[in-house]
C-alpha cells in the first residue's frame, strides 16, 4: 500500500520581507482509495474559529422551524404506508419522515430530537446520535424490503448553513436509490482489498491511525476532501442497513467524539457521509467521511472554491498529522 504524496516548492519576492526571494511550498496527496488529490497547506490559515451568537440565531429561528416539538407532527410528511404504516420512525428522541425535497428515490430526514432546536457539537451525545442513526439504518431497512433495486444507501448531515442546511435545527439526511452517487460508484469501484489494506497501513505507521471504537476503525485522512476530515470504516458489511445495534452505538460513540474535537478546534459546522453499497458487493465495508465547515459568520471563507467545487480537490490548513495529535485518546 503505498501512500503517495509529493512536496511542490514555488518562489516569490515577498512584500512582507521587502521584496526578498523567499520560498512556498504545498504538499500534495493522492487518495488510496480513489486517487482523488488533496493539497496540504501548512501554516496558511484558511478557516478561523468564530465567536458569532449562535444561541441568537437559533433563537430567530425557532419560531417558524418546522422540526420543533410545536410544529413537526403538522408540517413534515409520513412514509407511505408500504414502507411505513405509522408513518415516521421513533427512537428515544429521534423522529424521522421522509424528505419534502427529493434527493434521491427514497429520501428522508430525521431530527436528532424536535425539542432541540440548538446542539452545540459538544452536546451532540453519543445517545442522541446513536438514536438518531438508527432510524436511518431501520429507514433503509424498510425501503429495501418494499424496492429491492434501491441499493445504495447513504446517511448524511449538513450541520449549520455553512455547510448547506437550509434549516437550523440539527438532523441527519437518508437516501436510498437504485443508482450510486459519483463517489459512492468511486468507492465502489474500488478493489475491496485496498479497504483493508489502508487501514492496516495507516496501522502500522501509527501517525494518523486514531483507534477503534468496537469494529469502527477510526483515523485522520490521508488526502482529505476537506478541513480535518476523518474516515471510519466497518468492515463486514456494506450497507447502512446491516447495522446492528451494538455497531450503530459504536459508530455514534466515535462520531460524538469527533464533533467534541470539532468544538475544540473551534468549529461548530460540519458535513457527513456513511457511504453505502449493495450488499452483495463483497468486500466492501460501509465507511464514513467527516469534516468541518466555515463557522457561521455575517461575512465568512467558504471552504468551497472553484478547487474543491469544480476540480474535485481540496486545499487545507492542517495536516492530517496535526489533526491526528488533536485527536489522540479520543478513539
Not at 75 to 89: F, H, S
Not at 139 to 167: I, L
Request: hydrophobic share 40%; glycine share 6%; proline share 10%.
Amino acid at each position: 500500500m503505498e501512500l503517495r504524496r509529493s512536496l511542490v516548492t514555488t518562489q516569490i519576492l515577498d512584500p512582507r520581507s521587502g521584496f526578498e526571494p523567499t520560498e512556498l511550498e504545498l504538499e500534495v496527496r493522492w487518495d488510496p482509495l480513489t486517487g482523488h488529490t488533496a493539497r496540504i497547506l501548512p501554516g496558511v490559515p484558511l478557516l478561523s474559529p468564530g465567536d458569532f451568537d449562535l444561541r441568537r440565531l437559533a433563537e430567530e429561528t425557532r419560531p417558524t422551524c418546522p422540526f420543533c416539538s410545536e410544529r413537526i407532527e403538522e408540517t413534515t410528511p409520513k412514509l407511505p404506508p408500504a414502507i411505513l404504516p405509522e408513518g415516521r420512525i421513533r427512537r428515544g428522541e429521534a423522529v424521522l419522515f421522509p424528505n419534502l425535497v427529493p434527493y434521491s428515490k427514497y429520501s428522508s430526514v430525521s431530527v436528532y430530537s424536535p425539542a432541540r432546536h440548538f446542539l452545540p457539537l459538544g452536546e451532540l451525545t453519543p445517545r442522541l446520535v446513536a438514536d438518531n442513526l438508527a432510524t436511518q439504518v431501520e429507514f433503509v431497512w424498510n425501503v429495501a424490503g418494499h424496492d429491492g433495486k434501491a441499493a445504495w444507501a447513504s446517511v448524511n448531515a449538513n450541520h449549520m448553513p455553512p455547510s448547506g442546511s437550509s434549516v437550523f435545527h440539527p438532523h441527519l439526511q437518508g437516501s436510498v436509490n437504485p443508482l450510486p452517487t459519483t463517489f459512492q460508484r468511486l468507492l465502489a469501484e474500488t478493489p475491496p482489498e485496498r479497504f483493508r489494506d489502508y487501514v492496516d497501513e495507516e496501522r502500522r505507521r501509527g501517525s494518523r491511525y486514531l483507534g477503534s471504537i468496537g469494529s469502527v476503525d477510526w483515523l485522520a485522512s490521508f488526502a482529505p476532501l476537506g478541513p480535518a476530515e476523518l474516515r471510519a470504516f466497518v468492515f463486514g458489511i456494506a450497507s447502512p442497513g446491516q447495522l446492528q445495534p451494538d455497531q450503530v452505538a459504536e459508530l455514534a460513540e466515535g462520531i460524538s467524539a469527533a464533533l467534541g474535537l470539532y468544538e475544540e478546534l473551534g468549529f461548530q459546522s460540519f458535513n457527513l457521509a456513511l457511504y453505502g453499497a449493495p450488499q452483495a458487493l463483497e468486500g466492501y465495508p460501509l465507511n464514513l467521511r467527516m469534516l468541518c465547515r466555515p463557522n457561521v459568520e455575517p461575512f465568512y471563507r467558504s471552504d468551497a472554491t472553484w478547487l474543491e467545487r469544480l476540480h474535485w480537490e481540496a486545499a487545507v490548513d492542517i495536516s492530517p498529522e496535526e489533526l491526528a495529535e488533536r485527536a489522540a485518546g479520543r478513539f
